[in-house]
């Protein structure tokens, strides 16, 4: 956007001054009657990677932003040379705030050439016939509390301030500028994430601007049509049979990826032991082109809304690096609502259009309590609905225990002119597995094929008694019918049909013991403390943390009305998409009939059907008792290339 004034020689001095000007002499009226300068600035935007000053490619739009076309700009929240500390002059840890307020945008220098390609370049067009006596200055008139733009001089990047004057020379042969944001976009009521630049070029006693919006790039959570490049997962170096466990689950995962076709070695998290790795952190993107056309990615690991959870502080202290960078959201979660701000609650449906509203980089689903009206931090809802493009969608999930979405939906890749279907726990397809054995003579076959342990015995009911538990088929009914009703939603929010749903056997089981008919207690297999000191019930209490039990034991007024369930047979949806034909899931455990795992083979041929070839782990002591699965234990980092903006096909 070009304005032009003409400035009386009286007021000259006066305006140049409160610019900042270093004149010292008022101009000459000849100086004055000079042609105005015409100053014309560009940004990338038709975001091809080029600034083009030559033409007219990124000229349209520049004073606008929308989804398909407008200038973008990183949040520079890497720490590309790794200089920002994690402990103190005194040796002692930083706090979490301090930890977060250092990254590539804290400071008013460019750290080297990979801080450098953070950068959004905007170029001014070379004005040849400027005057000897032009200046030029810059100035950001939206977002400037959160924008630094920077100006390539003699080969370094120097930070523009209210003083910076562009020299005749400078504008005759054209600025190159580099800008960053210094965060994401929080809440879009605050400041929507734009940037006006602003180059005003004074000569002769007459001034003109040109000006370019910029935005700083969405953070955006990942979905299953990217391809998984990397794999996190926590690694427990403690004593006791759990951390045995867990050890060999760390290095049966890398087995499993490793025949994934995935190069990248497993990223491990040993500091804190919190095994849940999908909870205290969503891995993000943010991109923007880059030169040549190429998309220029940086990774952010958002950190989970349990500033209490000492493992988020490894996403600092390890992860953060060249091209990664962390977010946390500032407001504490609420006891009530702990484990609903775990990030095993987050999960993207892919790219989809429908009803008139488009999601070209997918949509966040969050699960909350209907029954109670709790929901994720607001600090952490409005952060991701504020990036404009993944609207959060809640999903009612007040009749799980731990209350994830992970453990009853997924989204698969598919051949489809979608690209994808949505996988569901089916738990009506788990009770008649159980009664088609129990109808063949199988129904005094025990429930569960996993081994025991010391101080662990494997459980002993059989079929039938399961079915004859007081509340199993009543409580695996409920579950069907909230998982329909959440079906529901997801079906007419994005149009998916009957026929792009994949239903995968399963069954759920209150957090209580169940009572048979013939009166004898049934102990479902639950939490258990292992040898060692390692306990799988500390394991639950930083997964699922639920605090609905007063100090005296008593029931508390919020506790939730609506029977709270989880996995009975390891959650085979709650697994993990290694490719895009490989999937992870939990190793059944289910009954051995005829030398076979009848929930295995069920499950194995939903999967194969849906053209995915599954293989399973064994997280039975290590996630399952305490009420998660492999898919709660892990995390994915994805190829986020393609770009965001991007039309989906439907």
């Keep these: 956007m070009r304005s032009g004034t003409r400035i009386p020689v009286r007021h000259t001095i006066l305006a140049l001054a409160a610019a900042g000007s270093v004149l010292a002499t008022p ?109 030029g200055s810059v100035q950001v008139t939206k977002g400037a509390k959160h924008t630094h733009v920077f100006l390539k001089r003699s080969g370094k990047w120097v930070l523009v301030t ?29 400041w929507d994430g734009r940037a006006v630049i602003r180059l005003t070029v004074s000569s002769g006693g007459r001034s003109t601007s040109d000006s370019v919006t910029l935005r700083v790039a969405p953070l955006l959570t990942h979905h299953h049509l990217q391809n998984t490049q990397q794999v996190m997962v926590t ?16 290095k049966d995962l890398a087995k499993e990826v490793e025949n994934a076709g995935i190069t990248k070695p497993l990223v491990t998290f040993e500091k804190y032991g919190d095994p849940w790795a999908q909870d205290f952190v969503e891995p993000a993107y943010v991109g923007m082109t880059g030169p040549g056309g190429r998309r220029h990615v940086m990774r952010v690991m958002l950190r989970s809304a349990q500033l209490d959870r000492e493992a988020g502080r490894e996403l600092f202290e390890k992860v953060r690096g060249r091209d990664v960078g962390v977010v946390q959201v500032s407001d504490r979660a609420q006891p009530d609502d702990w484990s609903l701000n775990s990030m095993g609650n987050l999960e993207t449906i892919p790219p989809y259009a429908h009803g008139g509203r488009s999601f070209p980089a997918g949509r966040i689903i969050m699960g909350w309590r209907k029954d109670t009206g709790e929901r994720p ?24 225990g731990v209350g994830h979405v992970d453990e009853f939906v997924q989204f698969l890749p598919a051949d489809t002119p979608r690209g994808w ?86 069954l759920y089981t209150r957090e209580a013991e169940t009572r048979a008919a013939d009166g004898e207690e049934v102990p479902m297999p639950r939490l258990t403390r ?82 995915l070839k599954v293989s399973y782990i064994d997280d039975w002591y290590t996630y399952h008792l305490g009420m998660g699965e492999v898919h709660c234990g892990t995390n994915t980092l994805r190829d986020a290339s393609a770009a965001w903006w991007a039309k989906p096909v439907r």
């Design 377 to 400: 931090s607001p600090g952490m809802r409005t952060l991701l609905k504020s990036q404009g493009l993944q609207d959060p969608l809640l999903l009612d999930t007040s009749w799980l």
């Design 235 to 250: 690694k427990v170096n403690g004593a006791g049979e759990y951390g045995r466990l867990q050890r060999k689950f760390v």
């Design 162 to 190: 209210p003083g910076t004057r562009l020299t005749a020379a400078e504008l005759r042969s054209g600025v190159e500028f580099g800008v960053e944001a210094t965060d994401v976009i929080r809440d879009s009521a605050k």
């Design 421 to 506: 279907r949505i996988g569901v726990a089916d738990p009506r397809a788990g009770l008649q597995l159980l009664r088609d054995a129990q109808r063949d003579g199988h129904g005094a076959t025990r429930m569960f094929s996993v081994p025991g342990l010391d101080g662990a015995p494997a459980p002993k009911e059989t079929i039938d008694q399961a079915l004859a538990s007081r509340h199993f088929v009543a409580d695996n009914t409920m579950a069907a019918e909230r998982i329909a009703a959440n079906l529901e939603i997801l079906k007419r929010e994005t149009g998916v049909s009957d026929a792009e749903i994949v239903r995968v056997p399963a």
């Design 530 to 611: 292992l040898g060692g000191g390692s306990s799988l019930a500390e394991t639950y209490q930083d997964h699922g943390q639920q605090k609905w039990l007063a100090e005296d034991g008593a029931r508390s007024s919020k506790a939730p009305q609506t029977v709270m369930t989880s996995a009975y047979v390891p959650g085979a949806v709650n697994g993990v998409l290694l490719a895009r034909d490989r999937y992870l899931a939990p190793r059944q455990w289910g009954p051995v009939i005829g030398g076979k795992d009848v929930f295995t083979e069920a499950v194995t041929a939903v999967y194969r059907k849906a053209g």
């Design 27 to 135: 101009l000459s009226p000849a100086h004055a009657a000079g042609p105005a300068p015409s100053p014309d600035l560009r940004a990338d935007v038709n975001r091809d990677g080029t600034v083009d000053v030559t033409g007219g490619s990124d000229k349209a739009g520049e004073d606008g932003w929308t989804v398909a076309r407008g200038a973008v700009h990183l949040p520079n929240l890497d720490d590309d040379t790794k200089r920002c500390p994690t402990t103190g002059p005194d040796g002692r840890p930083l706090s979490d705030a301090k930890l977060a307020a250092c990254d590539d945008a804290s400071d008013s220098k460019v750290n080297g050439t990979a801080d450098a390609a953070d950068l959004a370049r905007v170029r001014s067009v070379p004005m040849s016939g400027v005057a000897a006596d032009a200046k």
